[in-house]
Every structure is written in structure tokens, then in C-alpha cells.
């Protein structure tokens, strides 16, 4: 037969001692269960607070105050820095972009060639002019190639009559299902 095995409550738990002891007798329900006491000496080894040494902070970068200075840490002043790109800018990219999409990638059977993409600064062309030329070099949308569409993640709702509920055939009930 098999023996139950318990923890026994007196080993790491502190029991009460004279009139207190006879107390707990005469009240307590259950007496197996403990008073819920650890006993220091067993429970935590070492103690807290019996190191001899002090503890002490680790000197960093940020408990220097000569290269942590307030205006660094302080949070409420982190705005956000402005990005500025002109039109000319703009433009310069825009037609960089187009030239760098009409130079294929050499194939595997290919070598590949040493001239890349030519590096000339251009003068400044208005973003129109720039607008116009890539649209005019190829159409970003036709009739056999139309814009992405957003995806939907629910198939549309499309109702269905469902089978009536039961009820009485010579009655009033003006309720239809549907599915």
C-alpha cells in the first residue's frame, strides 16, 4: 500500500510556543497546516543584510556628469528635427530612380558589365519637367496593368433565405431567416 507523503510543516515554518501552542490546540481546524512562518535562518541563506561589504554604484558613462550633462537626458526636449528635401532634389531623384529601373541586371550565362549607373550631377530640372518625363518614358497603370487593390480579410456577406423556423402554420409570424 502506499504511503501518503507530505511536507511536514514543522521543519521550515515557526511553531507557536506556550500559551500560544495550547490556543492553536484548542482552536485550530485543521492542525497540520502551518502558521505560514518561514524560519529565517533555514528559508534564506545568506540573510539579507549580513554581507560585510557596502554595495556600490558602478561608476558609467552616465554617472559622469561632465559627459551626461541635463540638456542630454532630458526627454521633454527631444523634438522632432525637421527634414527638408527640395524640388530640385526631388526631381534629381526621381530621374536617378527611372534611370537606375531601365538598366536590367546582367543573367547568369551574361558577364556582367563594368559601367554602372552614371554618377553626373544634373542641373536642377523643375519637378514638372521631371514628372513628365518619367511618365512620358512608360505608363505606371493601363488596361491590362491596374493599380494593387487592398486586400480584404472577410469574405462579403451575400444572403442566403434559410429554412423557416418552426412554428405554427396558421399563425402570424412575419419573420424570415436568413444565412
Known amino acids: 500500500m502506499a504511503t501518503r507523503k507530505f511536507a511536514d510543516h514543522t521543519l521550515y515554518h515557526l511553531s507557536p510556543k506556550g500559551f500560544w501552542k495550547k490556543?492553536?490546540?484548542?482552536?485550530?481546524?485543521?492542525?497540520?497546516?502551518s502558521s505560514g512562518l518561514p524560519i529565517p535562518t533555514v528559508n534564506r541563506y545568506p540573510p539579507p543584510g549580513s554581507r560585510p561589504?557596502?554595495?556600490?554604484?558602478?561608476?558609467?558613462?552616465?554617472?559622469?556628469?561632465?559627459?551626461?550633462?541635463?540638456?542630454?537626458?532630458?526627454?521633454?526636449?527631444?523634438?522632432?528635427?525637421?527634414?527638408?528635401?527640395?524640388?530640385?532634389e526631388l526631381s534629381t531623384l526621381l530621374l536617378d530612380h527611372a534611370k537606375a529601373e531601365a538598366i536590367?541586371?546582367?543573367?547568369?550565362?551574361?558577364?556582367?558589365?563594368?559601367?554602372?549607373?552614371?554618377?553626373?550631377?544634373?542641373?536642377?530640372?523643375?519637378?514638372?519637367?521631371?514628372?513628365?518625363?518619367?511618365?512620358?518614358?512608360?505608363?505606371?497603370?493601363?488596361?491590362?496593368k491596374l493599380p494593387p487593390t487592398p486586400a480584404i480579410?472577410?469574405?462579403?456577406?451575400?444572403?442566403?433565405?434559410?429554412?423557416?423556423?418552426p412554428h405554427d402554420p396558421t399563425g402570424y409570424f412575419p419573420m424570415l431567416l436568413f444565412k
Open 104 to 144: 536590367a541586371a546582367p543573367g547568369e550565362g551574361q558577364k556582367a558589365e563594368t559601367s554602372s549607373v552614371p554618377a553626373e550631377q544634373q542641373s536642377s530640372v523643375d519637378l514638372t519637367q521631371a514628372i513628365a518625363t518619367i511618365t512620358s518614358a512608360r505608363k505606371a497603370y493601363s488596361e491590362n
Open 23 to 33: 490556543f492553536r490546540d484548542a482552536v485550530v481546524v485543521n492542525p497540520e497546516i
Open 153 to 165: 480579410a472577410y469574405k462579403k456577406w451575400r444572403p442566403q433565405r434559410a429554412e423557416d423556423a
Open 53 to 88: 561589504e557596502k554595495y556600490a554604484t558602478p561608476a558609467t558613462k552616465a554617472s559622469d556628469p561632465a559627459q551626461n550633462p541635463y540638456w542630454k537626458r532630458d526627454v521633454r526636449r527631444a523634438y522632432p528635427q525637421r527634414s527638408v528635401v527640395t524640388q530640385a
